[in-house]
């Protein structure tokens, strides 16, 4: 049967007929996989983008076609996203800083200037 | 986490929380700051519902042509000539489907899933570029595509880079690197064939003549006709109107066709010195609604074989999908 298409491959299908609803089902593209990229050996694993896929083994491997085929890399983590547990985007604020933390700062400890003050008064 | 919107076996973390459901003038006004302010959107941020609405739609649609554009090129892959192309077309192609599996994801996060977007995709509901709808019938039809519907489309994509949302604009940075690859090999083929034996010269010609329409209509209807865009360039979804992106395509890529001794067909096609635009004339618009509403040469092909592949496909994600389980033989 020819479906008169100049691609020869397309005219070896049974192509269904027009207006053929065709369902893809909920789930049946697997489960989200949350990519990490390690550029050189002892970097950082880096998070680059995601994958589907039905399980870890094959999320690596889809994750090595989707972000090694360029630039240098020597390793790649996957989870799946589900796994992660987070922070709510909305608890931002407790991130906020005092300003005032010059107590944990090597700055924060004037030492010169006190032994230079010590001297001095000698 | 940007790609984790929507996880079918956990509950949907980006689902719009009932405070989302109506846009709240304050913060809406705060996120209108945010926007004018140069700050990303980021998945879980509170968005107007039309904000994610319009996004869904663009990023949903920009990743159904990197996917059916793969098909008229995917054509030529058996028959390029020589082992280089061949080697160049393959990459390119599995470029844009990665491409398109990257903008899958920049959609997902704003919580609708893949299959939806896919069973969209094949009932029609959905669109995707309306280039894509036209055949490649020789070789010099996939130097055009790769030099000039990538110039036209990195245009569209460097402008949609600097847009508001987050995860749409890291893919677009991605792609865009990887772009520049799929012009410069489509522009060393479109060269190779400009400056060759007189066969090869009137193939590529004929190829462009039968492409600059397509091509012109890409940038989508004048400004002067299309509504309600103000408000999606405010919130940084549009980052430039269709008539600029189309100057801007012609005014770095039609001195590359001329200075290769070819011409386009358009007689009224020049730069206006004066106001430093160019100046063309209109294409056809009607053919353009017709070609996107299912009257192209090749609309039903893309989604017949886009359907094929889902169908042909399914087994083999199910198999995967529970590994441990083996088909027994009935034992009577």
């Not at chain 2, 103000?230 to 001195?255: C, G, H, I, T």
């Amino acid at each position: 049967m020819s479906n008169d298409s100049l691609d020869p491959r397309v005219n070896r299908l049974k192509l269904g007929e027009a207006g053929e609803v065709v369902k893809v089902e909920e789930g049946e593209n697997w489960n989200i996989y949350e990519v990490f990229h390690q550029e050189k050996r002892g970097a950082h694993h880096e998070h680059v983008g995601c994958v589907h896929a039905p399980d870890p083994q094959l999320a690596l491997v889809f994750a090595k076609e989707q972000f090694a085929r360029r630039k240098k890399c020597v390793n790649l983590w996957v989870v799946k996203s589900a796994d992660i547990l987070a922070f709510d985007v909305e608890d931002e604020d407790m991130f906020a800083n005092n300003m005032e933390k010059t107590y944990r700062d090597a700055s924060g400890f004037k030492v010169m200037e006190k032994i230079n003050k010590f001297k001095q008064s000698k | 986490m940007y790609g984790g919107g929507y996880i079918f076996d956990e509950p949907n973390r980006n689902q719009l929380r009932e405070e989302q459901q109506h846009d709240e003038p304050e913060k809406l006004a705060a996120f209108e700051a945010r926007i004018a302010n140069g700050e990303k959107i980021e998945p879980g941020d509170w968005m107007p519902a039309e904000y994610r609405r319009q996004l869904i739609r663009l990023i949903e649609q920009h990743a159904h042509s990197e996917i059916i554009g793969a098909l008229p090129e995917g054509t030529w892959i058996t028959r390029a000539p020589g082992f280089k192309r061949k080697l160049a077309l393959i990459a390119k192609v599995q470029d844009e489907i990665g491409h398109g599996q990257l903008l899958y994801n920049a959609a997902e996060t704003l919580g609708k899933s893949r299959e939806a977007m896919i069973n969209d995709l094949l009932s029609g509901k959905s669109k995707y570029s309306n280039v894509f709808n036209y055949p490649a019938e020789t070789w010099a039809d996939v130097a055009v595509i790769g030099f000039l519907i990538d110039a036209a489309a990195i245009v569209n994509q460097v402008a949609n880079a600097k847009g508001s949302y987050g995860p749409y604009c890291r893919a677009l940075e991605r792609i865009c690197y990887e772009e520049s690859f799929h012009l410069k090999q489509g522009h060393d083929a479109f060269i190779e064939l400009a400056t060759g034996t007189p066969a090869q010269k009137q193939m590529l010609q004929d190829a462009l003549n039968r492409w600059w329409q397509p091509i012109m209509h890409f940038f989508g209807p004048p400004d002067k006709s299309s509504s309600h865009s103000e408000k999606l360039m405010q919130w940084k979804v549009k980052m430039a109107s269709n008539d600029d992106m189309r100057n801007q395509f012609l005014e770095s890529y039609v001195p590359k066709i001329w200075e290769l001794g070819l011409t386009l067909p358009d007689p009224v096609l020049r730069k206006n010195t004066a106001t430093g635009r160019w100046e063309y004339s209109d294409p056809d618009w009607d053919e353009f609604f017709r070609v996107i509403n299912g009257g192209g040469p090749c609309n039903m092909e893309r989604l017949q074989v886009r359907k094929w592949a889902e169908e042909r496909g399914r087994w083999v994600r199910k198999a995967l999908m529970k590994p441990m389980e083996k088909r027994v033989l009935p034992v009577a």
